[in-house]
């Protein structure tokens, strides 16, 4: 592929994102310089562009980009925000949050999953990223309180854990709903008294599921 075509993509897919609602500049550079590419394998490296989820290991996905964007834009990322995300998957997320806040946790149950993300980081050289096999249900009790929270798979309710790791005037963003019907994605915000809900929009996300994977 020529210079050119690699550029035509690439406005391509910012186009793409912009239209279905990514709107934010520094969401929109992040998404710009992380190469989606870099974390989808084999046959399916060709489709990284379109905005759809694509198979990764483990039986599990990569989210599409635009619902990426939109999660992230929804965090309202502050740069000295210190994150935890839930599902790595193939790193494509927290890679994208490691260019906007200045630490970012990643937990994931298959250790296969936490360990080549963990190599593309490092070849990246995206050093605030760390990547943890664990069952991300009970959250990271050692580094909470966390500024922010995204869960990329989907639970009933938001995970009590999780709720209670987030600090006071913290946000967490989650898909809930039952893993084989349409899902809505929440954005829950920590006040001095409780936590409020806004119901964003649906989405369709694997399921989150208890225990470290084989
Ligand atoms: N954010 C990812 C996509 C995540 S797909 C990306 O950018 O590519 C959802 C991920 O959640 C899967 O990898 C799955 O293994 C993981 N997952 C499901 N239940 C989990 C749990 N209890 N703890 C940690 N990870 C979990």
Redesign the pocket.
């Known amino acids: 592929m020529t210079a050119e075509d690699e550029a035509t993509r690439k406005m391509q897919f910012l186009f793409a994102l912009r239209s279905r609602g990514v709107t934010d500049a520094r969401v929109l550079g992040a998404m710009e310089r992380i190469d989606r590419a870099q ?1 989808v394998k084999g046959l399916f490296a060709a489709r990284a562009y379109e905005d759809m989820p694509l198979p ?1 290991a ?1 039986g ?4 599409q980009p635009s619902i ?1 964007g939109l999660m992230t834009q929804a965090l309202r990322l502050e740069p000295r925000d210190k994150v935890l ?10 890679a994208i949050l490691s260019q906007l806040v200045r630490r970012v946790y990643t ?4 250790r296969r ?1 936490t360990a080549e993300a963990r190599a593309i980081f490092e070849a990246l050289g995206l050093t605030n990223i760390t990547a943890i096999a664990a ?3 009970f959250g990271l009790p050692e580094q909470a309180p966390f500024d922010r929270i995204l869960v ?2 989907a639970a009933e309710d938001p995970p009590g854990p999780l709720l209670a790791q987030l600090r006071i005037g913290g946000i967490m963003v989650l898909p809930v709903g039952q893993s084989d019907a349409v899902q809505s994605l929440i954005r829950v915000t920590r006040t001095e008294t409780g936590y409020d809900y806004d119901e964003l929009r649906p989405v369709r ?6 225990g470290l ?1 084989d």
């Not at 995300?85 to 927290?94: F, K």
């Open positions: 974390f990764i483990a599990q996905t990569i989210s990426v995300e839930i599902g790595t998957g193939s790193g494509y997320q927290a937990i994931d149950r298959f999953l069952d991300g249900c990329t798979a996300f694997v399921p989150l599921v208890e994977g």
